[in-house]
Structure formats: C-alpha cells, structure tokens
C-alpha cells in the first residue's frame, strides 16, 4: 500500500492551494459577509480545469481520478470553503450523473459546457418536506405530447443562485412513490424557472443557496435523464460520490484550521512565551492534527475506491461522517486557541466554525450516513 501521491497530484496540489491564496483568499472575507456568489472566481477557477476534473478530455474536462477530485476541493476548501463546495457540486452532482446516465446528444450539449466549466450546474432535489426522505418530493412533472410540464419547488439549492443548468428531480408518478421520481436538464434561464430567496446562512455564506420556484416549467422530452422512473436511482447513485466531495470539504476546512492555528500559536505571546509552549496548546493542536491525517486517510480512501470501480457507499460515508466531525471538533479547537479573538470576523477560524457546521448537514445529515454505514455492515 503506497501512501505516496504521485507527482501529478503533488503538482495539482501545489497548484490549486497557489491559486486559492492568490486568487480566493483575498477576497474570501468580502463574499462570507456580502454572501455575493463568486460567479467570476468559479470561471477563473474552470481555467484551470477544476470545473470537471474527472470528466474525460472529450467532454471537455481534465480527464485526472477522484483523487484529483478530492484534493483540488480540499486545497479550495483550506482558504474558502463556499469555493470547495460549488466547485464539489459541478463536478460531482451534476457532471458525474449526466456522464454516467446522459445520452450522447444530452452530454454535447449539457456536459461539455458544464466540465469546461463555461457554465455552471446545480442539483434540484430537496424540498420543503423533502430533506432525508427524498422519496416524498412534491414537485411534479407531468407528460404533454413531447414535452413535460413542471410545477414545484426546490430548497437549499447549492449553487442555484449562479447555475445556468440544473438537474431536476420530480415525480412523474406519485403513487409509486420513490420508484415514480424522474430526473430532467434544464437550462436555468428557460420561461417558469424562477429564482426566488437566496438563504441568510450561518456557513459557506456566498455559495448560492436558493429557493427555486418552478412553475409550468416545459422540458423537452429528450432532456429525460436515464428514463423515467430512474430518478430515485440517479440520485442516490449520484448523492454516493457528492459524499466523497463533502468529506474532502470538510477536510480543507480542518486543516485551514490547524494551519491558522499553529500559525498563531507561534506568534501569539501571553506569559512571557509563545503560547505554543505551552502544554495544554500543544495537546490541542496534536489532536487536531490527528483528526486531520485520519480524515484525509479515509477519504482519499473511498476516492481511490470510487476510480478501482470497487463498491464505496460505505466508505464514503465513512468519510463524510468522520471528516465532518472532526472538522468540527478541530474548528471548535482553534476557536478555542485563538481565544477573544477566534470570536471575531477579523480571522479566518472564525468563518471556518461556521463552515464546518454544514458538512454534517448536507448530502445526507450524519445520522442518515450512520444508517448507511450500518445498513452495510448488515449485509456483509
């Protein structure tokens, strides 16, 4: 077993962490406390082919594995996590699920754009009522001749207040319930899409969380994605991988923390010495730096396991559940070594608290994670 990345992904780390202290950091304060969406940075960061980063070269991606994947969000992640999570919503719920059920035509004309990064996507399955039980969505669509009309609405939309495409998922058919759930690609700007309130958030403020309204939408038949009565399928298979990229979110957000941290602990004076000397900070920061390395583990892990073709729900909920709790328990620990001052928007570990609250929330609360887990281990 080789714990050694190859050169290819030290030179893509080195390269997204010089892009995000350059480019994302200066500006990461300003969007936290406007929560304007970083349309223009999300562009600039599609140069450098972060937009689709597994998706083959001739659909206009990078054509690199998820492990490339994992790390180019977690080095975003360590300076803003809202860039680490619109850039895991591109990639991994909205590319990977038009790759792997789009049909030739609907990958020309929606995954080329989308893995080049020229536009942006967004993945439309929570509602109101919706939230861990995705099979009571509300939103319906209902076929007319060669098209199908859509009326409802979605919640909590990552990245809807920027996405020019989005993947929808209604019931076609609520009597079968889940098995009546059918996914469509639309384009954002098309007549009965609406974008309605943007969420006043806690965390990863300017990531474009928004209320969508949808009414007598009209799209086309040949925008079914993978058949109807698939979606259900779509979106599980789909939310499987999202989890990988949340755990490498939460990840970059701890080890932003740790670095903060230990950068403070060096300079920060009380006492006549560096507070680094100090044995009760020295504790915190050998915790937290554990906490980091065991995540990163787990969730290059279930990356590598996800690009062998092996079965990975498992392991990337593992990830998800333990990277996200200990982003939490390493934020709450540099909060704590920052003291007065990790309270104050003046520093980063203080926007990092909030940010890490949401890993444990999003693309499956914990709990859900933990029923996967067990459900799993059940079976073997």
């Avoid at 803003?80 to 792997?100: E, F, K, Q, T, Y």
């Avoid at 995705?134 to 990245?159: E, H």
């Avoid at 920060?268 to 554990?290: N, P, S, V, Y």
């Avoid at 570990?349 to 059940?378: C, H, K, P």
Wanted: net charge negative.
């Amino acid at each position: 077993m080789d714990f050694q990345l190859s050169e290819e992904h030290q030179l893509l780390r080195q390269t997204v962490r010089d892009f995000a202290e350059t480019e994302i950091k200066p500006h990461s304060a300003e969007l936290d406390e406007t929560a304007r969406f970083p349309k223009e940075l999300y562009h600039k960061a599609a140069e450098l082919g972060l937009a689709g980063i597994t998706m083959p070269e001739a659909y206009g991606g990078a054509g690199m594995d998820n492990l490339a994947y994992v790390i180019a969000v977690e080095e975003m992640s360590r300076v803003d996590a809202s860039m680490g999570v619109i850039l895991s919503v591109n990639n991994s719920l909205v590319c990977d699920p038009i790759h792997d059920f789009g049909t030739e035509d609907q990958k020309q004309r929606f995954l080329t754009p989308l893995a080049s990064g020229q536009k942006l996507g967004c993945f439309c399955l929570t509602e109101a009522n919706a939230g861990s039980d995705a099979g009571s969505i509300q939103t319906t669509a209902v076929k007319k001749g060669d098209r199908y009309v859509i009326n409802g609405s979605k919640n909590f939309i990552t990245c809807g207040d920027g996405a020019d495409v989005a993947i929808l998922f209604c019931s076609t058919d609520r009597s079968l319930k889940h098995k009546g759930i059918t996914a469509f690609l639309t384009e954002t700007t098309s007549p009965g899409f609406h974008k309605r309130k943007v969420e006043n958030k806690m965390g990863i403020r300017c990531s474009g969380s928004t209320e969508i309204h949808l009414e007598e939408l009209e799209v086309p038949a040949e925008n079914l994605l993978g058949g109807e009565g698939q979606g259900f399928k779509i979106a599980m298979h789909t939310l499987d991988r999202g989890r990988i990229g949340i755990a490498a979110q939460a990840l970059g957000i701890a080890q932003g923390a740790l670095d903060e941290s230990i950068r403070y602990a060096n300079q920060r004076e009380q006492f006549g010495e560096r507070i680094g000397a100090f044995q009760a900070i020295q504790w915190k920061l050998a915790d937290m730096a554990t906490q980091v390395e065991a995540a990163r583990l787990m969730t290059y892990r279930a990356a590598l396991m996800k690009y062998s073709g092996k079965r990975f729900s498992k392991e990337a909920a593992m990830a998800k559940l333990f990277a996200s709790e200990a982003s939490h328990a390493v934020t709450h620990a540099a909060v704590q070594i920052f003291g007065g001052y990790g309270y104050i928007k003046d520093f980063p570990v203080e926007r990092f608290y909030r940010d890490s609250r949401i890993t444990e929330i999003y693309e499956g609360t914990n709990e859900i994670q933990r029923l996967v887990i067990a459900a799993a281990l059940l079976k073997e």
